[in-house]
């Protein structure tokens, strides 16, 4: 019963910290059986055994933590197969910290010594049995003294609103989303008055991000005239992400539903492509992971749409596969180049993973979190230098800064550092800017979007700047971003789906099952 007792301390632990809520009744019936065929003798019944009883216990364990489906754990073992050993290297210390390593050895010793004197096992079952009486006293008691609780409030204090039901809620975001569309207008016919839309399309970068590296003070961040501090990124994982702002034109879809055909309208370049635009795309990585470049393709909404090659811009490091990454500006610059020769404005999805974890500066022996600040503050400065390299050129662009989702620099209770599985507000609270590039008004105060909105808002405030060029003569900026539309923030992935709340955010696990954090 050694690996046994093991394991049902390993949960009362897990039960202890908050990271997993037992099926006593399940488990009680689980040990009780351990324990009865623990006599048997015949090495193939033993064999049988061993095999059943871990069959059950490993489906359980995972119920239990809100593990996320299998079918995703078999996506994340074919993608944990192409890293880096030096990858695998940093992560193992995330994984398992030096600490908690020797705590697990501590009570490894501390069990076998208590094993040579006491019945562990004994103790165990016990707590099996005594762990669900108690909570099913403590929630008798809790309901005897809620009457006069809630007497006690009527009395004294106004009504207390009841809990929200967080699947009525969702519905409700889901009906009310499914309405939701952003028209475009057509692009005027002033060549003075026509500008360039640039996506920026950012992996790994959210506010608590910027926080974790202390690079929230970049100029970069001073320099747009059009600042989202409450936007939802939706997303945690890449595809999804690319698929939300292709989408961008519609309102927020079940992740479910990326995977399905889009009504045209819903596609921002198909969006821009009818306003006047010619659209195209770039990367500073070769986009095969995760079937990236096909998940564009298929989603920019305009089929004869080129991928500008990144080929003669330098390698700055290398991706956790170890695939090559362009450098950020040389990248941009050599697009800026070609562009010239395109008449007309021109609308540019540019996707970067220069901040993904796992990444390696060339020539550096950081990890990727201790290279995250240097690596964040150079490609902010890059960005500002394809702002400068455009006005000196005197052309006009919008420039569209949008993360993906966070690096999760920092973690939580139920995440490592660089997990994304669940999608936590400091993961999808990304921050979004909009900068006009050859502007000559009075760009004026940056003008601050600070109510929740997603990018069906950004949508919105592009079809107002393509519909009325902000470059013609007298045009007040803050104008355009009046009355964009709100989005409440739910964050999604396969299985998984978290909400804000009044007092923090709900997630709701792949069984179903929510769960109130602060």
């Known amino acids: 019963m050694t690996f046994w007792n093991l394991y049902f301390i390993l949960k009362f632990a897990l039960f202890a910290t908050g990271h997993l809520q037992p099926f006593w009744l399940a488990n009680l019936a689980f040990a009780v059986a351990l324990v009865a065929s623990a006599p048997i003798r015949s090495r193939a019944w033993r064999i049988v ?109 106004a009504r207390v609103d009841q809990p929200e039901d967080h699947n009525a809620a ?88 990326l995977y399905k055909p889009a009504p045209q309208q819903c596609h921002l370049f198909s969006q821009l492509a009818g306003a006047g635009y010619t659209v195209q795309s770039l990367l500073n990585h070769d986009g095969h992971f995760d079937n990236f470049l ?26 956790f596969d170890g695939s090559a990454i362009k450098d950020d500006y040389s990248t941009l610059a050599n697009w800026y180049a070609q562009r010239a020769a395109v008449p007309g404005p021109v609308a540019l999805y540019y996707n970067t993973i220069s901040l993904h974890d796992g990444n390696r500066v060339v020539g550096s022996a950081l990890t990727s979190i201790d290279s995250y600040p240097q690596r964040a503050t150079k490609m902010m400065t890059d960005f500002d230098r394809l702002a400068d390299l455009i006005a ?42 909009v900068r006009l590039v050859g502007f000559t008004g009075n760009h004026g105060a940056t003008t601050v979007i600070d109510q929740p909105t997603s990018f069906l808002a950004l949508a919105q405030l592009l079809s107002n700047l393509v519909s009325n060029s902000p470059f013609k003569p007298g045009a007040t900026l803050a104008q355009y971003a009046a009355d964009l539309p709100r989005t409440r923030m739910v964050g999604e992935n396969e299985g998984t789906v978290t909400m804000q709340t009044a007092a923090g955010y709900a997630v709701k696990t792949p069984d179903g099952v929510w769960i109130d954090e602060q």
């Open 49 to 157: 055994r061993q095999v059943v009883a871990i069959a059950i216990a490993v489906p359980l364990l995972a119920r239990e933590l809100h593990a996320p489906p299998l079918a995703r754990l078999a996506e994340a073992a074919r993608e944990v197969s192409t890293f880096r050993l030096d990858y695998w290297m940093e992560l193992l210390p995330r994984l398992l910290p030096p600490v908690l390593a020797l705590a697990i050895v501590g009570v490894l010793i501390v069990y076998f010594i208590v094993n040579r004197w006491l019945r562990v096992a004994t103790f165990v079952v016990a707590v099996l049995i005594v762990m669900p009486l108690w909570q099913a006293g403590s929630g008798l008691m809790a309901r005897v003294a809620a009457p006069a609780q809630t007497q006690a409030n009527a009395a004294g204090a």
């Open 170 to 257: 969702l519905a409700t975001f889901r009906a009310q989303e499914s309405q939701r569309q952003v028209a475009f207008g057509h692009l005027g016919s002033d060549p003075a008055a026509q500008f360039d839309v640039i996506v920026l399309h950012i992996c790994s970068l959210s506010w608590d991000d910027l926080d974790a590296a202390k690079v929230r003070n970049h100029p970069m961040l001073s320099h747009f005239d059009y600042l989202f501090t409450n936007f939802s990124t939706a997303a945690s994982y890449s595809g999804p992400a690319a698929i939300r702002v292709l989408r961008a034109s519609c309102g927020q879809e079940a992740h479910a539903d």
């Open 294 to 319: 096909q998940v564009v393709h298929d989603n920019i909404g305009v089929a004869d749409a080129p991928m500008i090659s990144n080929a003669a811009a330098p390698v700055a490091m290398h991706a």
């Open 392 to 433: 000196q050129s005197g052309r006009r662009a919008v420039i569209v800064f949008v993360p993906e989702h966070g690096a999760a620099l920092r973690g939580d209770k139920n995440q490592v550092a660089g997990l994304r599985e669940i999608p936590t507000p400091r993961i999808v609270h990304g921050p979004v800017g």
